[in-house]
């Protein structure tokens, strides 16, 4: 796991040259999917040849394009709704890939292409949380955390949170649906994806939502994640960065909790 870009400066010399070069617009043109119709010729070694290098392109271009959006202040990253509408597109078709594309299109390259593009969801939301979410988005997003690979199942828990913080947050049902997907990623078999969603907790619902709070008992509940991370640091962790998360997600757990309860009185 990577942490984000938000401590690193970008010199005005490259932000003028990443302007006047339209460097973002380049980018994406690398990030498109290709028309299934070329799957019929996937046998042909030319074709394949051709085939694997765009892929390997394209997901150059997308992690290129992740870190942008982490480094880059966000008056210098234009349209972000409208690069959420693209590459909402972009990991719809990804997550098709290993069964319209998959002729042409590995499971390691679909796999690839879906962390890449819910990364980059996730980049977006952090930037601006008042980009117009589409309830069937959310519903498709709620959809893909039964992945099998903790980075898409982190990126989705903190995507769907961070949304609650959008327009979308004012719709009862959804944030219903979301905080019980976010109550349920604390039984998660990746202490990555328990971080995150604790993570998420603390950010969203400190001032947000307490009824939802409330209704999926987290109060109860944060004490006894807290023990058991405990016992994970205890039985140690390999990961510097992972142990860090979890040091962090300790110590606030108990500040959090005191917060809620002076806000409760």
């Not at 010199?11 to 040259?17: G, P």
């Not at 994406?28 to 392109?57: A, G, R, T």
């Not at 394009?65 to 972009?90: A, E, H």
């Not at 903790?150 to 989705?156: S, T, Y």
Request: hydrophobic residues 40%.
């Amino acid at each position: 796991m990577e942490e984000d870009g938000d401590n690193y400066e970008i010199s005005k010399e490259i932000m003028v040259v990443y302007a006047k070069a339209n460097i973002s617009n380049k980018i994406i043109s690398k990030c498109s999917f290709l028309s299934p119709e070329i799957s019929n010729f996937y046998n042909y070694k030319m074709i394949k040849s051709y085939l694997d290098h765009f892929w390997q392109v394209q997901t150059r271009a997308l992690s290129c394009l992740n870190n942008i959006l982490l480094t880059y202040p966000v008056q210098d990253l234009g349209d972000l709704s409208g690069l959420w509408k693209l590459v909402i597109d972009l990991s719809v078709q990804s997550f098709t890939a290993n069964s319209d594309y998959h002729s042409y299109c590995s499971v390691k390259v679909a796999n690839d292409l879906q962390n890449l593009t819910t990364s980059i969801l996730y980049s977006i939301l952090k930037k601006n949380s008042d980009i117009v979410i589409e309830p069937v988005q959310v519903s498709w997003l709620l959809e893909r955390f039964q992945s099998e690979d903790e980075l898409i199942r982190v990126n989705i828990v903190g995507t769907l949170g961070l949304l609650c913080k959008t327009s979308i947050g004012s719709i009862d049902l959804i944030v219903d649906s979301v905080t019980s997907l976010i109550s349920k990623s604390l039984e998660d078999s990746s202490l990555w994806v328990i971080t995150e969603s604790l993570d998420i907790i603390f950010g969203v619902y400190d001032d947000l939502f307490n009824d939802m709070f409330m209704k999926y008992q987290f109060r109860e509940k944060l004490p006894k994640i807290k023990i058991f991370l405990e016992k994970k640091m205890k039985e140690g962790l390999t990961e510097e960065l992972l142990q860090d998360r979890v040091i962090e997600a300790i110590e606030n757990i108990p500040q959090f909790l005191k917060y809620k309860k002076n806000q409760n009185k």
